[in-house]
């Protein structure tokens, strides 16, 4: 039996990983203050005790707009916690999945990206996470790095859940209705990562829900499901908005629809459209 090491365990998408993990797997979890990505004796440390065939790394510094005043930290953890992580793979001969992000693409492009497309970030944290993406593969030859986009779940911190607090306690809101993307549930990619460690692949692969959407659109979304499954009591008025108009210190790409054809060939299913995911998470909130 594989055994399989989480890092990140705590996170949205070490929870989903941990809900819907194989039978056939030996799983592993641990986040802070268990490990410390950064440091490497840390690792160390912990691969051997745990000696996995597999690492999946679910550890990122993700709050986009503090990395760009808290750059060192970023970097810190997104660039060479990931470095750490894949030379400690590549010295034990361990597989190393890597978890990254659509920021990573300039979002100029009004066509999906394609895994092996140039990337050209804007923000601290897509050029930290662009970072780490290159050291795991340098490091790790037989390394897998997973990108997504736009990840929400029923745990943690994210869009939905901040849309729904907002709806409950407004009248009106206005979305940014310019930035155009692929809402990911959590679940699917969780899904999608126990595929591919089934698989031999390496190189760099998407996942997120198929369709497209602008953040106008995914509150939209958000306000008719939850109303219409009595999450919410009464629908507000959403107004689309310009990114000129809500200004944030990081920036965002326009554009940044990701190709999962490779991977959805590799594992020989279809994702599902975004607002399929979206109702059997906001269901699942409900329960």
């Not at 410390?36 to 840390?42: A, P, V, Y």
């Not at 499954?229 to 507000?236: A, F, W, Y």
């Not at 990701?258 to 459209?273: I, K, N």
Request: glycine fraction near 6%.
């Amino acid at each position: 039996m594989n055994r399989v090491l989480i890092v990140g365990a705590h996170g949205q998408l070490g929870f989903e990983l941990q809900r819907c993990t194989p039978p056939n797997l030996d799983v592993v979890t641990v986040g802070r203050p268990e490990i410390d990505i950064t440091d490497s004796n840390s690792i160390e440390h912990i691969v051997q005790q745990y000696q996995p065939d597999v690492m999946i790394n679910a550890a990122a510094y993700t709050a986009v707009d503090k990395a760009e005043s808290d750059e060192p930290q970023a970097w810190l953890v997104n660039h060479k916690g990931a470095e750490n992580l894949a030379a400690s793979a590549a010295s034990s001969d361990i597989r190393l999945i890597h978890v990254s992000t659509d920021f990573v693409f300039a979002g100029q492009s009004c066509r999906p990206r394609q895994p092996n497309d140039a990337a050209a970030p804007r923000s601290v944290y897509g050029k930290s996470k662009l970072a780490g993406e290159r050291a795991v593969l340098q490091q790790a030859k037989n390394a897998l790095v997973v990108r997504t986009s736009w990840l929400y779940s029923s745990h943690g911190q994210n869009f939905v859940k901040t849309m729904l607090r907002l709806m409950g306690e407004r009248d009106s809101l206005g979305i940014v209705v310019d930035q155009v993307g692929a809402p990911t549930w959590a679940n699917l990619l969780a899904e999608t990562l126990w595929g591919l460690v089934a698989t031999d692949a390496t190189g760099i692969y998407h996942c997120s829900n198929n369709g497209v959407a602008s953040w106008y659109d995914f509150a939209v979304a958000i306000q008719e499901e939850a109303v219409s499954i009595g999450l919410l009591r009464k629908m507000i008025a959403v107004t689309p908005i310009k990114t000129e108009a809500y200004p944030l210190p990081a920036e965002r790409p326009a554009y940044s629809v990701l190709d999962v054809s490779a991977t959805e060939q590799l594992l020989g299913r279809q994702f599902p459209h975004w607002r399929e995911s979206l109702r059997a998470m906001l269901l699942e909130l409900k329960k």
